[in-house]
């Protein structure tokens, strides 16, 4: 549950961003592990 309140409000975040957009390695390396949980990559 915890994992989709982040997500909820980092889609939230970046749908105002009109700029590229540079994530903190901590976020990047948790969108990763959820990417690679929900498709094995």
Do not use: I, N, Y
Not at 1 to 9: G, T, Y
Not at 14 to 28: I, K
Request: aromatic share 10%; glycine share 10%; proline share 2%.
């Amino acid at each position: 549950m915890q994992d989709r309140v982040r997500l909820e409000r980092l889609r939230q975040w970046l749908h105002g961003q009109a700029v590229a957009v540079r994530l903190p390695e901590d976020q990047v390396k948790w969108l990763d592990g959820l990417w690679r949980a929900a498709f094995g990559g």
